[in-house]
């Protein structure tokens, strides 16, 4: 692989820091690093605007402001769509795995897409920006009765397939009314396009929880599991 990179003679490499890490050989070859935070930032737009900072780094600085601009917009307006709704549905992410639920911290980039998109999330009050391990009992006692459950994973097409992961996932309000939102990560490139377009995300979550606000919308990461 260090072959393969002196071959390519970049200009600079771009890497994401993790706290006291270092990058073994990459050090070595005298090729400038420069450290990318964009994953580290919790709020939607705050995550979206380091598409400020590639655009200057490529001599896009324009283009880039136009795009951000446009995102924030779109972002901005259905936010304030959603504003003045009175009912805020209780909204569960993501699912256990090897024992531990992941669930993100009150602080957290995915708290505050529920948040503006008129969702009440369980741990809203936790002060963390990043995720709290727990187990399921300890999400299912807090959020049994959640009317949505919005999660990310592969090859989950059916209620079925959610229960033969865990076959304790049933207990559950939304699973029980089939209210179990999808995003396949295998086909959507959520990964890839999500960071940069909240505007889409937040989009699903609040054609979701306030589908009356959003005739006609066309998901673009999440699908519904009806079956």
């Known amino acids: 692989t260090i072959e393969k990179v002196i071959a390519m003679r970049p200009d600079a490499i771009l890497l994401s820091p993790f706290q006291d890490a270092t990058y073994g050989q990459i050090e070595k070859l005298n090729i400038p690093i420069i450290e990318c935070a964009d994953y580290l930032e919790y709020t939607p737009l705050g995550r979206a605007e380091w598409v400020r900072f590639y655009g200057a780094l490529l001599g896009k600085r324009q283009a880039a402001d136009s795009l951000y601009e446009a995102v924030a917009k779109r972002y901005n307006a259905i936010k304030d769509k959603v504003a003045p709704v009175t009912h805020k549905p209780m909204v569960i992410t993501e699912m256990v795995m090897s024992g531990v639920w992941a669930v993100p911290g009150g602080k957290s980039y995915l708290a505050r897409v529920i948040a ?84 889409l995300l937040l989009g699903d979550f609040a054609a979701v929880l306030h589908p009356e606000l959003f005739p006609g919308y066309q998901f673009k990461f999440y699908n519904q599991l009806t079956k």
């Open 116 to 199: 503006d998109a008129g969702g009440d999330y369980p741990w809203a009050d936790d002060e963390r920006t990043g995720s709290i391990s727990l187990d399921f009992n300890q999400v299912l006692a807090k959020a049994q009765n959640a009317d949505f459950w919005l999660l990310k994973w592969t090859n989950i097409n059916t209620l079925a397939d959610l229960q033969g992961q865990y076959d304790l996932n049933k207990n559950f309000k939304a699973f029980k009314e089939k209210k179990v939102w999808v995003c396949d990560t295998g086909k959507s490139h959520f990964f890839v396009t999500a960071p940069f377009h909240p505007d």
